[in-house]
């Protein structure tokens, strides 16, 4: 059974429109079909696409922190290593 929604899910576009090379929008995450077809999805849908959005943009900035810490030199800290 679908919980009823007393209020429409906002779109999460955040007008930058572009994508990255998998194809999902560097703005908002969503991929081509989830853009296009916001309107059509009911409330529940909806959430889940968000959700899936959430996923998507933690996964992407945990691997450009993950690229960052590689690239760092590991001789620059001056406490040294304490562990």
Do not use: H
């Not at 079909?33 to 959430?47: I, V």
Request: aromatic share 8%; with cysteine; hydrophobic share 30%.
């Amino acid at each position: 059974m679908e919980q009823l929604e007393f209020f429409n899910l906002q779109s999460p576009c955040r007008g930058i429109c572009q994508t990255d090379s998998r194809g999902y929008c560097l703005g908002c995450m969503r991929s081509r079909d989830e853009r296009f077809n916001w309107m059509n999805l009911s409330p529940a849908q909806q959430k889940e696409v968000l959700r899936l959005c959430r996923q998507r943009l933690l996964r992407k900035l945990r691997a450009k922190r993950a690229a960052e810490l590689a690239k760092q030199p590991k001789g620059d800290n001056p406490q040294g290593d304490l562990f």
